[in-house]
Nanobody
Framework: QVQLVESGGGSVQAGGSLRLSCAASGYTNSVNSMAWFRQAPGKEREGVAAIYTRGGSTYYADSVKGRFTISQDNAENTVHLQMNNLKPEDTAMYFC??????????????????WGQGTQVTVSS
């Protein structure tokens, strides 16, 4: 089992920045990929960014490219999501996820076995 704990959410004005963190514990040797997903009220969960923990390759949703950066701190078993130039449409509950599968060209929620409890991000205009 892997446990994930997110932190760093909050409320900011449009154009501001937030940094989310996800600390992993437990059987982390089984994890090859970590990702951030988000879900706004009334909308489906969508992938935001993912990272291959063995090599550092990353994916980003088109809507966040150039604004968000996913990174990892292997010593701390932590993944970060730096979010800059935030927009009101970024408002959502953000979830950290961990899994064994890393695909070459995309990432999807069904490949992730472990999920955090979520952290709220609210961006006002």
């Amino acid at each position: 089992q892997v446990q994930l704990v997110e932190s760093g959410g909050g409320s900011v004005q449009a154009g501001g920045s937030l940094r989310l963190s996800c600390a992993a514990s437990g059987y982390t040797n089984s994890v090859n990929s970590m990702a951030w997903f988000r879900q706004a009220p009334g909308k489906e969960r969508e992938g935001v960014a993912a990272i291959y923990t063995r090599g550092g390759s990353t994916y980003y949703a088109d809507s966040v490219k150039g604004r968000f950066t996913i990174s990892q701190d292997n010593a701390e078993n932590t993944v970060h999501l730096q979010m800059n130039n935030l927009k009101p449409e970024d408002t959502a509950m953000y979830f950290c996820a961990a899994g064994r599968i890393w695909r070459i060209s995309y990432f999807a929620s069904y490949d992730y076995d472990y999920w955090g409890q979520g952290t709220q991000v609210t961006v006002s205009s």
